[in-house]
């Protein structure tokens, strides 16, 4: 998160809980749970089901993380928290989700 103060008072402990509760604390997208022990592979999240399976990918080389999911704003403004808005993506999802906003951001800028 690169600012609070670009989020409303409430956005941390009513608005965001609220939507992962609502979307049963999974990506939307992929289904992948939050806190979800993960490997990427090729760019894809892959969920690692237990602690045998964990030590089998760290044995390759393989580093396993957790994905902690994010709540994002589908018109990409932070003080439109209307819950057809907001929607549970895990980060993966997320830069997807954002990838022509941030190009068009990006085409802008140079502009000016």
């Not at 992962?20 to 939050?34: A, E, F």
């Not at 704003?73 to 993966?92: A, R």
């Amino acid at each position: 998160m690169k600012n609070r103060n670009n989020y409303p008072v409430d956005w941390f402990d009513t608005i965001r809980p609220a939507i992962l509760k609502r979307d049963n604390y999974k990506c939307n997208h992929c289904k992948i749970s939050n806190r979800q022990k993960v490997v990427s592979v090729n760019k894809a999240l892959i969920q690692v089901s237990d602690e045998f399976e964990e030590a089998w990918y760290l044995k390759q080389g393989i580093k396993t993380y957790k994905v902690y999911l994010i709540v994002a704003h589908l018109d990409h403004n932070t003080f439109n928290n209307e819950l057809h808005n907001l929607l549970t993506l895990c980060p993966t999802c997320h830069f997807k989700n954002d990838r022509s906003n941030n190009l068009l951001k990006r085409l802008m800028k140079k502009k000016a």
